[in-house]
């Protein structure tokens, strides 16, 4: 009975610290996988069009350090995209560390959203206002007339171009755009699956304690487990640590 008493301490600790991980991992969408400087993960980009993008993106990191990505998704998954926007740059950490000059230009097609992230450090040169008039002018136009493919094609030429310019000229642009909208913020409740997937680990740990040292703990663990190492990406192409604050602007068609 004592050895019981001493236990349950330690396991209902242990069941806060993954409750507390659970809900952590309810909070964020999943995302795609970082597998290149274009992400076309909703397929309205054609194989041409993303390996010319891919090569301007190269060419702008190469000549200024700063790094853009294009991300087209298939969902939302119920979420603002200006909350998807910048836990998928933080996810990804797009930018450098310590110099936070990353940007996304992230598309949604099936929800008709379009947004430009723009990390920290670069939103003196990319700021709310002219990632606003990017959008409508070069964006938009052609996503409403259905040429979705132009219209990333548009975006990203007009995102490189700033991004390109020594700071003083781009700030010389940045003074000529229009004020920025504000943007509303949003939040999404965790999904089913994650519910249930917290559910299957205190289940786990219920048992640990009830069967005693010989219960197979880590097959409960695995769901888990397995979840978290699919949120990491793979490929040749990795952020470089860049955080992100909500700086961008959105847009519908």
């Given amino acids: 009975m004592a050895a019981v008493r001493a236990i349950v301490p330690a396991a209902l600790a242990l069941i806060a610290s993954f409750v507390l ?49 294009v991300v087209t998704v298939p969902s939302l998954q119920g979420y ?25 230009l ?22 709310d206002a002219l990632s606003e008039v990017i959008l409508q002018q070069k964006v938009l136009p052609r996503f409403r007339v259905g040429d979705i493919e132009s219209g990333v094609v548009a975006g990203t030429d007009a995102l490189v171009e700033q ?13 000529a755009a229009s004020t920025p909208q504000p943007q ?10 994650l519910i249930l997937l917290g559910a299957w680990v205190l289940l786990g740990l219920f048992g640990m304690i009830v069967g005693g040292p010989g219960h197979r703990m880590d097959l409960w663990l695995l769901p888990l487990l397995l979840l978290m190492g699919g949120r990491r990406g793979r490929g040749g192409f990795s ?3 860049g955080s992100f604050g ?8």
Avoid: C, H, M
């Fill in 21 to 69: 991980a659970t809900a952590a991992a309810a909070s964020a969408p999943v995302f795609p996988a970082l597998t290149g400087r274009v992400v076309d993960d909703a397929n309205v980009l054609s194989p041409p069009t993303r390996e010319a993008l891919t090569a301007k993106l190269e060419a702008l990191e190469s000549k200024t350090s700063r790094q853009l990505v």
């Fill in 80 to 104: 603002a995209i200006e909350d998807y926007g910048y836990q998928l740059g933080r996810a990804w950490g797009i930018g450098e560390k310590g110099k936070n000059n990353g940007a996304l």
């Fill in 106 to 127: 992230i598309v949604a097609p099936n929800e008709r959203k379009v947004r430009v992230e723009v990390g920290y450090g670069l939103e003196g040169v990319l700021t």
């Fill in 163 to 175: 991004l390109s310019l020594p700071d003083d000229e781009a700030r010389d642009r940045v003074a």
């Fill in 184 to 193: 509303a913020g949003g939040s999404s409740a965790p999904s089913a699956a």
């Fill in 239 to 241: 952020g470089g640590g």
């Fill in 246 to 253: 909500g700086g961008g602007a959105s847009g519908s068609w």
